[in-house]
């Protein structure tokens, strides 16, 4: 079963950057797609942005298009999320993860089956 281990979250001004690194225990390139979501308090949990493993093509929100950008490193098993110019709303634990099988859409939290335990990202002056 996949593993999934997010870190690099953490308090951050607005405008200011950080970079999400997700560690898989197995092989990214084997799944579908994997990809970051988030969840605000009192929120549901939304899909940030996700790549297809077979053609590297990509999916992000509309809240974070042109500010965050997602890459993978398959030699390392980790996907990573930059997050530039973040803003108060951008406030949430963000997870990553993998679906079981293909997906027709490709950044829907209901269709992912391996979560990682998430990490905190505030976005505060």
């Known amino acids: 079963q996949l593993q999934l281990v997010e870190s690099g979250g953490g308090l951050v001004q607005p405008g200011g950057s950080l970079r999400l690194s997700c560690a898989a225990s197995?092989?990214?390139?084997?799944?579908?797609?994997i990809g970051w979501f988030r969840q605000a308090p009192g929120k549901e949990r939304e899909g940030v942005s996700c790549?297809?493993?077979?053609?590297?093509?990509?999916y992000y929100a509309d809240s974070v298009k042109g500010r965050f950008t997602i890459s993978r490193d398959n030699g390392k098993n980790t996907v990573y999320l930059q997050m530039n110019s973040l803003k108060p709303e951008d406030t949430a634990v963000y997870y990553c993860?993998?679906?079981?099988?293909?997906?027709?859409?490709?950044?829907?939290?209901?269709?992912?089956?391996?979560w990682g335990q998430g990490t905190q990202v505030t976005v505060s002056s």
């Open positions: 790549m297809r493993s077979s053609d590297g093509n990509t």
């Open positions: 197995g092989l990214i390139s084997d799944y579908y797609a």
């Open positions: 993860a993998a679906p079981e099988v293909s997906v027709q859409a490709m950044c829907v939290p209901g269709d992912f089956d391996y």
